[in-house]
């Protein structure tokens, strides 16, 4: 490996946009278990998925196709920010007196501001074609909701979302943005579905869960058949599969760097689709024999799923409407504490992910909340931007890997899923400064 020393960031040509979404589930070792059907407890079929989702979603979430191609229409959307850059923290490694070579594969360039348009602009295309003229969706921190309100707008669909209350209250700004692109913005639970008002019933100081908020968006969309489907914007194999243009340029990339692989990759995981997305292409490398990437989900130690949780069948929502995953879960009624990156208060992990990690070729990783800030300060002040709190975990990690690093023998190549800038997130940064984070 000869590294360019010169280089900092590694831009790719809108002809070098990718033109397949990557299926690992064609490459692995063992078949992942099936989702059930949550009433007969049977493999789901493409007609029980087809009742909330397009045809084209229902097929890519059974897919064992290894390349999927991108409609032209998504790839026109994608060129607005894609691809991203990779960018060598020249500075952050300087800072932290490291042999490692440090790279953040930057995802906040996106309209909103992260990973998730990577998906939903494809998810809403794909409705669009199927006549869908509304989405229903659930929003943890915001940053999905935002995604699904700016690709519906894309695609003249409406879109409604259930925020989960703790972020509705203290991310006003999410939820301007939303309204901005035309989406209609619920704090959840709400008064507005079954799901909603049983919960408030049973929980009326609840500072809601997305676990809360699924139930409501689904049950919102079948409520509204002619018209609405629903849209998840993570855990689901067909999400997972639309963030894998992140990992297909980061391979380009690194060649661009000179770097043969990535040593390792860390990225944060919520319901599992960014760090997914990164490291299933460098999985697929690593499955071929060409490469030994190491690869870490890293999790809040608040909500533990793949360290802490079982691995076994659960739903994705608290109701019990979704279909059976298997996957690392802490139970649907698992309300995890208000940490600030609500992107990953979530009780489950994506089934593809927790398949992968289960087969050795991942691993799970948990970091405090405190670490996370103190971490994601010290990027913001080396390179001048302010991670979002769930990227932040995958900083901290980062760092206690760099900082074990100090001689030229104990030298690697580290990326860093950066899925989001933490701009909106800035009150959450004030409470660690101040020292008044819980
Ligand atoms: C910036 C950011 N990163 C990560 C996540 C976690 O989601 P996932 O694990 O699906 O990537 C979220 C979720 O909202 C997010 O907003």
Same mark, same amino acid.
């Given at each position: ?104 594969? #930057? ?17 809403? #295309? ?186 076994? #069948? ?125």
């Amino acid at each position: 490996m000869s590294t360019d020393e010169a280089m900092t960031k590694a831009l790719l040509p809108d002809s070098q946009l990718p033109t397949h979404w990557y299926n690992i589930v064609a490459d692995l070792p063992e078949p992942m278990p099936p989702h059930l059907h949550p009433g007969t407890k049977e493999p789901v079929t493409l007609d029980d998925l087809t009742v909330i989702f397009p045809p084209a979603l229902a097929e890519q979430e059974l897919s064992t196709q290894r390349f999927i191609d991108i409609p032209d229409e998504v790839r026109q959307i994608y060129s607005i920010w894609r691809p991203t850059p990779l960018i060598r923290a020249r500075r952050l490694e300087r800072e932290l007196g490291t042999s490692a070579r440090i790279y953040y594969k #930057y995802e906040g360039v996106s309209p909103i501001g992260s990973h998730k348009t990577n998906s939903s602009v494809a998810q809403a #295309y794909f409705n669009h074609e199927a006549g869908v003229r509304r989405l229903t969706t659930e929003t943890g921190a915001g940053q999905w909701g935002s995604a699904l309100a700016f690709a519906c707008s894309a695609f003249g669909m409406g879109c409604e979302v259930w925020q989960v209350r703790a972020s509705y209250d203290s991310k006003p700004y999410r939820r301007m943005l939303m309204e901005t692109f035309g989406a209609t913005v619920h704090s959840s639970p709400s008064e507005l579905t079954q799901a909603g008002r049983t919960m408030r019933e049973q929980f009326p100081d609840t500072t809601g869960s997305l676990g809360m908020a699924v139930s409501e968006a689904i049950e919102a969309a079948l409520t509204d058949p002619e018209n609405a489907r629903y849209s998840l914007g993570s855990v689901l194999n067909h999400v997972v599969l639309h963030q894998t243009v992140i990992g297909e340029e980061t391979l380009k990339q690194l060649a661009m760097f000179g770097e043969d692989q990535a040593d390792l990759v860390f990225g944060c995981a919520g319901g599992g689709s960014n760090v997914a997305g990164l490291s299933f292409p460098l999985i697929r490398e690593n499955l071929a024999g060409t490469t030994t990437t190491k690869v870490y989900a890293v999790e809040p130690s608040a909500c533990p799923s793949i360290t802490q949780g079982r691995y076994e #069948y659960d739903h994705g929502d608290v109701v019990g409407m979704t279909p059976l995953m298997k996957m690392y879960t802490l139970g649907t009624d698992f309300v995890p504490p208000p940490v600030h990156a609500g992107g990953l208060r979530y009780h489950g992990m994506s089934p593809l992910l927790s398949h992968v990690i289960q087969l050795g070729l991942a691993q799970g990783l948990a970091v405090e909340q405190a670490d996370a800030f103190e971490a994601g300060v010290l990027f913001a002040r080396a390179e001048g931007l302010v991670p979002a709190p769930e990227a932040s975990h995958a900083v901290a990690a980062a760092l206690a890997e760099a900082r074990r690093r100090t001689s030229d023998a104990d030298a690697c190549s580290i990326v860093i899923g950066m899925s989001g800038h933490g701009q909106l997130d800035l009150p959450a940064y004030q409470e660690y400064l101040n020292g008044t984070m819980l």
